[in-house]
C-alpha cells in the first residue's frame, strides 16, 4: 500500500524523467570525486583520533547512553498515575473516551443497517462515485465477506476504518493547508511528514498503548499517525501546485485571500486532495492487521488470532475481507478521482442529486426488508468454511516441499543455505566493520546520492542507534534488510522488465500484485515458517514477498514512461531488444529505479521487523518482547533505533529528484 | 454575492453542529473526570446484549478455556462474549481498565499481582483454574529413545553438535517460542555452561510448526516447552531433567534474573477478573469464578481446535455436549 504512495509520486515523471535523469547523471559525474576527496580528508584526520581514543569494532560503549532507568521510571509513573492525573482525567481520557463513543456509534449504525443496508449502501455508493463495474465489485466484496462468516468482524473493522479515516483525513488536511499556504510552515512540516512516511508502524505501537491501554483508541490513534502524512503531503502538493494563470484572473476580480482558496485554490487542487484520501485510506486499512497486536478488534484481531493457532486457512477467511475493502476502496476513491472534472454520463434521473435521493431511498428499503425477513446479521448457516482446505493444501505444500526435492532440494534447504551462505556473512561482516567505518561509507553513499543534508541525516540516525546501544541488533536488523533487498530487487527489476515489454504480461500481474500489497503481512508469516523453518530466512522471504508489487509496479511504469522515440531511434540504429533496455530504457528511467530501490529499501524494513515474530530475532524481536512484556525500557529504544535505521536507510537511498519531483 | 452568503451561513451551520457533537461528546463521556479505569470496548454489548469481555493469550490452552467459557456463556446464559488477543502483560493492564473483564489463566506475575490487586486493588483474584501449568526442556520422545541419557542436562553439551542448526550458528539450538512467556533459559544456558543458543521463534505458532517439521523429519531437536499443551499427543517428547527447584533458587531469580541455575518451578494457573465486573457482572461473574477442569479436559479441547482443525466454537460444543455433569456445577444458582 506504500507502493501506491510510489505509484502517486510516479505520475509526475512524463514531462520530467528524461532531464531529470540527465541532470542526475551531470551531477553525479562532475561532484563525486570532490565529495569523495572531501570524505577522505575528513577520514583521514579524524578516524585515528577516533581509533585512539575508543578503538575499532562495534560501537564504543563509551559512547552510549542508558536510558533503561528514566524510561522504566516514566512507564511506571504513567501506570500509577493514569486513573488520577489531571493529564488523564481532563485531556487523555476525554479523547479515548471521544474515539470509543465514535466508533460505537458507526458500528451500531452499520449494524442497525443489517447486511442488507450495508451491502446496498456500499454497492450504491460505488456506483454513484466510480460507476457500474465497481459497483458490481462491492457488491461481491461484501457478499463474500459475509460468506467468509466475517461479517461481523468486517463491521467492526469498517467501523474503527471509517472513524480513522476521517480524523487522518481532517488531520491531514489541516496540515496540508497550513503547508499549502504558508512556505514557512510547509519547510517546516517537508522533514516532519518525510520522517512519518519511513516510519515502521510496529515501532510506535508501545508508547500509545502505554498511554491508552491496549483497545481501540491506541489502536485508532496509532492508525492516523500512520495515515495522516499522504494526506498532508498530497493537500499541499495540490495548493502549491495551483495553475498561476488562473489565481491571478481570480485576484484580479478583486477577491479575498479567502475566497481565493474557497473558490479556485481548493477547486484546482481537488484530484491531489482525492489521491491523498486515496493513501489514507489504503494506509489505515494497512493498520487494521498490525493494531491488532494492540488490541483493535474486527479482522486484524481475526487474523492475530488464527495464527495463534497455526491456522493458515482461518487467516485467511478473515484476510480476504481486509484485502476486498482495500480493492474496493481503493478503486471507488480512484475512479472518483480520475472522473472529476468530466461531464456526468447515464440517464437523467440518476444523475446528481436525484442519483443520490434515489440511492438512499434504494439503501433504506433494502435494509428494511433484510429486517422484516430476519436477523440484521448474517445467516448463520450461509457461510463457506473454507479454513480446513487452505489447511490442506499449506499442509499438502509443506509436505511436498519442505524437504528432499529431487535436485533442486527442499525449501528448508534453501532458507540453511540463504541464511548460512548470505545472511552470516553478511551479518559477520557488518558487525565486524569498524563504527568510524560504517559511518564513512553511509556518510559517502548519502552524499553522492543526495546532498550534504542528507548525509548529515543519515550520519546522525546511525551515530543515534551507537549511543543507544543498539548497534549490534540494528547491524543483525540491516543484513537481513540488504539481504532481502536484493533479492527483492533482481527478482523485482526482472519481472518489472518483462511486464513493461508486455501489456498482457502487465495485466495478468496486476491483480496478483494487488492481493500480495493487500495481504495482512501476519498471513503468510506461517507458511513462510513452515517453508523456511524458523530463523532469518522466513522473515526475509515474508519480506521479499510484501516488497516485490511496489517495486515491479514502479519499474514498469518507469520504463513503459521512457521517451518512446528514443527507443524507436535506438531500433531503427539496429540495436538488439536487449542492446537498447540496457542502454536506452534502463538509463533513461533511472530515476524511477532509484524510487524502487527506495521504496523497496522501506518496505523491506516494514516487515523484516514483524519478522520478529518468526525468529527474525535484533530489532523486531526486541520491540515484540516491549510490546508483549510492557517493558517500554525495550521496547521503545528497539522503536527509535528502528526509526533511525529506516531514516538512515532512505537517506541513502532517496534520490534528491524524488524530493523535488514530490515537491512535498 | 448571494452565493457567498449562503456558503457562509452554511458554514455557520456546520461550526454549530461540530460545537453539538462536541458537547455531546463531552455530556456523554460522564461531565468532568474522564475515568480511564472504565472503558469497555466500543463492540462490547452492542444492541443492550448482556455481554463479557475475555481475554485470549496467544497459546492454545488459553483458547480452550476462553471458547468453552464464551459456549456456556452465550448458549446456556445468554450473554454475548467479545474476545481480545493480548499478550500476558499487557491484558494485565488492559484488565485493570477494565478492557478485559477476566484473565482465565495467567501463569504468574508477583509484579502486576503486587501493583493491581494489593496496590491499585483493579483486580481482583478469581482462584483456581483447576491446572497445573509447567516449564521445561522437552526433546522429541523418538530421540531420547535413542539416546536415554539425553535426559539429563549434565548430558547435553556431548549432543550440542546434533542440535546445530543454521541459525544457531556453531553451538546447539535451544528453541524458546514468545519473548511474552516466562523463561529463564538464556540465564540457564550460561550459569549450567551450556554449549547451546537460545533461538526464539517469536510466537507459540512459530515454535510449533517449527517443531512439527523437525517431528516430520524425525530430526533431533531441544525446546523450551510447556505442559498442559496438546502437542505432546501428536509429537510425544521427555522433558529434560535440570537442577531441581528449590524455593532458594526461585528467590534469588525474583531476585536478579540472570543468576537463576535451576528448573522452573510448577505453577497452579490462576483466574483474575477486574474488581468492578466481581461486583456487576452478575452470573458472568459468579459462573467465571466457579469455572475449574482439568488438565485433560484442557488438553481435550485444545486438542481439537489446534490439531484436528475444529473451531474453537466447535470444538467447545462437542466437549460441552459430552461433559455435562462437569460443566453444570459452574453455572450460578444450580449449585
New interface residues.
Given amino acids: 500500500m506504500t507502493a501506491t504512495t510510489a505509484d502517486s509520486a510516479g505520475t509526475g515523471t512524463p514531462r520530467s524523467a528524461k532531464d531529470g535523469a540527465e541532470r542526475l547523471r551531470a551531477a553525479l559525474l562532475h561532484r563525486w570525486p570532490g565529495k569523495l576527496l572531501v570524505l577522505a580528508v575528513v577520514a583521514a584526520v579524524l578516524v585515528p583520533v577516533a581509533n585512539a581514543h575508543w578503538g575499532s569494532g562495534l560501537w564504543p560503549g563509551a559512547l552510549t547512553v542508558d536510558v533503561s532507568r528514566p524510561l522504566g521510571d516514566v512507564s511506571d509513573w504513567i501506570i500509577d498515575n493514569r486513573d488520577t492525573h489531571p493529564l488523564f482525567l481532563y485531556f487523555l481520557g476525554y479523547l479515548s473516551n471521544a474515539v470509543i463513543i465514535a466508533v460505537r456509534a458507526v458500528y451500531l449504525l452499520l449494524l442497525a443497517l443489517g447486511w442488507t443496508g450495508v451491502t446496498a449502501a456500499a454497492t450504491l455508493v460505488a456506483w454513484r462515485v466510480a460507476g457500474p463495474r465497481i459497483a458490481l465489485t462491492a457488491l461481491i466484496s461484501f457478499l463474500v465477506s459475509g460468506l467468509l462468516g466475517m461479517w461481523v468482524p468486517t463491521m467492526q473493522t469498517l467501523a474503527l476504518m471509517v472513524v480513522a479515516v476521517v480524523v487522518s483525513a481532517v488531520v491531514g488536511a489541516v496540515l496540508g493547508l497550513a503547508g499549502g499556504l504558508s512556505d514557512r510552515l510547509f519547510r517546516l512540516l517537508r522533514p516532519v511528514l518525510d520522517t512519518m512516511q519511513v516510519l515502521p508502524a510496529f515501532a510506535y505501537l508501545l508508547p500509545v498503548v502505554l498511554v491508552f491501554g491496549i483497545g481501540v483508541p491506541a489502536a485508532l490513534l496509532a492508525t492516523v499517525v500512520y495515515a495522516a502524512p499522504p494526506m498532508a503531503r498530497l493537500t499541499a502538493l495540490g495548493l502549491r501546485g495551483a495553475d498561476a494563470g488562473v489565481l491571478e484572473a481570480v485576484t484580479s476580480l478583486g477577491s479575498t485571500a479567502r475566497q481565493r482558496l474557497i473558490t479556485a485554490r481548493l477547486p484546482l487542487a481537488r484530484k491531489e486532495i482525492l489521491l491523498g484520501l486515496n493513501q489514507t485510506i489504503m494506509m489505515a486499512l494497512s493498520m487494521a492487521v498490525i493494531a491488532s497486536l494492540i488490541g483493535a478488534a474486527g479482522l486484524g484481531d481475526r487474523v492475530y488470532q488464527a495464527l495463534a493457532s497455526v491456522d493458515v486457512g482461518g487467516a485467511l477467511a478473515a484476510a480476504v475481507p481486509i484485502v476486498l475493502l482495500a480493492v474496493v476502496m481503493d478503486r471507488t476513491t480512484a475512479a472518483a478521482g480520475a472522473r472529476l472534472g468530466s461531464e456526468p454520463s447515464g440517464p437523467r434521473a440518476v444523475r446528481g442529486r436525484r442519483g443520490w435521493a434515489l440511492a438512499v431511498a434504494v439503501t433504506a428499503v433494502v435494509a428494511v426488508a433484510g429486517r422484516l425477513a430476519g436477523s440484521t446479521l448474517w445467516p448463520n448457516g450461509a457461510t463457506i468454511a473454507i479454513a480446513r482446505p487452505v489447511n490442506d493444501f499449506k499442509g499438502w505444500m509443506v509436505d511436498h516441499l519442505y524437504s528432499g526435492v529431487p535436485v533442486v532440494g527442499g525449501t528448508a534447504d534453501w532458507a540453511a543455505h540463504f541464511t548460512s551462505w548470505v545472511l552470516d556473512p553478511l551479518r559477520d561482516g557488518l558487525t565486524g566493520l569498524p563504527w568510524w567505518g560504517a559511518l564513512l561509507i553511509v556518510a559517502a553513499l548519502a552524499w553522492l546520492i543526495g546532498t550534504w543534508q542528507t548525509a548529515l541525516t543519515a550520519v546522525l540516525a546511525l551515530c543515534a542507534i551507537g549511543v543507544l546501544g543498539m548497534w549490534k541488533p540494528s547491524m543483525d536488523t540491516l543484513s537481513q534488510v540488504l539481504a532481502a533487498l536484493a533479492v527483492t530487487l533482481v527478482v523485482g527489476f526482472g519481472i518489472g522488465v518483462l511486464a513493461a515489454g508486455s501489456r498482457r504480461t502487465e495485466a495478468v500481474l496486476r491483480p496478483v500484485l494487488d492481493v500480495m500489497q493487500t495481504m495482512p503481512q501476519f498471513v503468510y508469516l506461517i507458511p513462510v515458517v513452515a517453508l523456511f523453518a524458523v530463523g532469518r530466512a522466513p522473515a526475509a522471504a515474508a519480506a521479499v514477498v510484501y516488497a516485490l508489487p511496489a517495486v515491479i509496479r514502479i519499474t514498469t511504469q518507469g520504463l513503459r514512461q521512457v521517451d518512446p522515440a528514443a527507443v524507436e531511434a535506438a531500433r531503427s540504429l539496429g540495436a538488439t531488444r536487449w542492446q537498447t533496455l540496457r542502454q536506452v530504457q534502463l538509463p533513461l528511467a533511472r530515476p524511477a529505479l532509484l524510487l524502487a530501490v527506495n521504496q523497496g529499501v522501506v518496505l523491506v524494513l516494514a516487515v523484516v521487523i514483524i519478522g520478529g515474530l518468526v525468529g527474525g530475532g535484533a530489532l523486531g524481536y526486541d520491540v515484540v518482547t516491549g510490546l508483549a512484556t510492557g517493558d517500554l525500557a525495550v521496547g521503545l529504544v528497539a522503536g527509535v533505533a528502528i526509526v533511525c535505521l529506516g531514516l538512515m536507510l532512505d537517506r541513502v537511498t532517496q534520490p534528491t529528484e524524488r524530493r523535488t519531483r514530490k515537491g512535498a | 454575492m448571494t452565493g457567498?452568503r449562503i456558503?457562509d451561513s452554511r458554514r455557520a451551520t456546520i461550526a454549530a453542529t461540530a460545537l453539538a457533537v462536541g458537547a455531546l461528546?463531552?455530556a456523554?463521556?460522564?461531565c468532568g473526570?474522564?475515568?480511564?479505569?472504565k472503558?469497555?470496548?466500543?463492540?462490547a454489548a452492542?444492541?443492550g446484549a448482556k455481554s463479557v469481555t475475555l481475554s485470549?493469550q496467544?497459546?492454545?490452552g488459553a483458547?480452550a478455556n476462553v471458547a468453552v467459557a464464551t459456549y456456556l456463556l452465550e448458549h446456556e446464559m445468554d450473554y454475548r462474549v467479545?474476545?481480545?488477543?493480548?499478550?500476558?502483560?499487557?491484558?494485565w493492564?488492559?484488565l485493570s481498565?477494565g478492557?478485559v473483564d477476566a484473565i482465565l489463566e495467567d501463569w504468574g506475575h508477583a509484579d502486576q499481582e503486587k501493583?493491581y490487586v494489593e496496590e491499585?486493588k483493579?483486580i481482583t483474584a478469581g482462584g483456581d483454574l483447576g491446572v497445573t501449568g509447567h516449564i521445561g526442556w522437552f526433546v522429541p520422545k523418538y530421540w531420547a529413545d535413542a539416546h536415554p541419557d539425553v535426559t539429563d542436562w549434565k548430558n547435553l553439551n556431548k549432543y550440542a553438535g546434533q542440535l546445530r542448526?543454521?541459525?544457531s550458528?556453531g553451538k546447539g539450538q535451544l528453541?524458546d517460542g514468545?519473548?511474552?512467556y516466562v523463561t529463564n533459559d538464556k540465564a540457564l544456558v550460561k550459569n549450567l555452561k551450556l554449549n547451546f543458543d537460545v533461538?526464539?521463534?517469536?510466537?507459540?505458532?512459530?515454535?510449533?510448526?517449527?517443531i512439527q517439521?523437525f517431528a516430520?523429519?524425525r530430526k533431533p531437536f531441544l525446546t523450551y516447552w510447556y505442559e498442559p499443551q496438546w502437542l505432546f499427543n501428536e509429537v510425544p517428547m521427555k522433558e529434560v531433567a535440570l537442577p531441581a527447584y528449590t524455593a532458594k533458587c526461585g528467590d534469588k531469580g525474583i531476585e536478579d534474573p540472570k543468576s537463576v541455575d535451576c528448573a522452573y518451578p510448577s505453577t497452579p494457573l490462576q483466574k483474575y477478573f477486574n474488581t468492578e465486573f466481581t461486583r456487576t457482572g452478575g452470573d458472568a461473574a459468579t459462573f467465571l469464578k466457579n469455572f475449574r477442569w482439568t488438565k485433560d479436559d484442557q488438553n481435550k479441547v485444545s486438542a481439537m481446535?489446534?490439531s484436528q482443525?475444529l473451531?474453537?466454537d466447535e470444538a467447545a460444543e462437542r466437549w460441552v455436549k459430552q461433559n455435562p455433569d462437569i460443566w453444570k456445577k459452574w453455572l450460578p444458582g444450580r449449585k
Fill in positions: 457567498t456558503t461528546l463531552v456523554l463521556s460522564g473526570a474522564a475515568d480511564m479505569t472503558q469497555s470496548s466500543p463492540f452492542a444492541k485470549v496467544s497459546w492454545v483458547q467479545d474476545t481480545v488477543q493480548v499478550d500476558e502483560i499487557p491484558a493492564d488492559a481498565q478492557r501493583r491499585k483493579t542448526t543454521a541459525e550458528g528453541m514468545s519473548p511474552s533461538v526464539f521463534a517469536g510466537s507459540e505458532a512459530a515454535q510449533i510448526t517449527q517439521q516430520k523429519a481446535i489446534a482443525g473451531t474453537a
